[in-house]
């Protein structure tokens, strides 16, 4: 069973950063796309953000666009989150999440993933 373990959240101040990090327990399936998503208390699991694993291209929601920055290291088969100039809002428990094809051609839809990591809490105070 391929496991993705999130490490790097906690609790930070309002205008703060934390970088998140993702890996898989087992490279045992070929990655198209990995990406986070986040789910805020009494919300549903909203898409954060999405990069491509071979080429490296990148999509983001509106509201972390020239805030967060999603990466990758193919050498150490990790994906990573940089969250900056961060507020209440992105008050969230993230969660990592892997796809093997475009099936769907969305980066941002759910279905597209096939792995999921446990989730990492972030919180951030005003």
């Known amino acids: 069973q391929v496991q993705l373990v999130e490490s790097g959240g906690g609790l930070v101040q309002a205008g703060g950063s934390l970088r998140l990090s993702c890996a898989p327990s087992?490279?045992?399936?070929?990655?198209?796309?990995m990406a986070w998503f986040r789910q805020a208390p009494g919300k549903g699991r909203e898409f954060v953000a999405a990069?491509?694993?071979?080429?490296?291209?990148?999509y983001y929601t509106d509201s972390v666009k020239g805030r967060f920055i999603i990466s990758r290291d193919t050498a150490k088969n990790t994906l990573y989150l940089q969250m900056n100039n961060m507020g209440p809002g992105d008050t969230a428990v993230y969660y990592c999440?892997?796809?093997?094809?475009?099936?769907?051609?969305?980066?941002?839809?759910?279905?597209?993933?096939?792995?999921w990591g446990q989730g990492t809490q972030v919180t951030v105070s005003s």
């Open positions: 087992t490279r045992t399936f070929s990655t198209y796309r």
């Open positions: 999440a892997a796809g093997t094809s475009d099936l769907y051609g969305s980066a941002s839809y759910r279905g597209q993933y096939s792995y």
């Open positions: 990069i491509n694993w071979s080429g490296g291209d990148t």
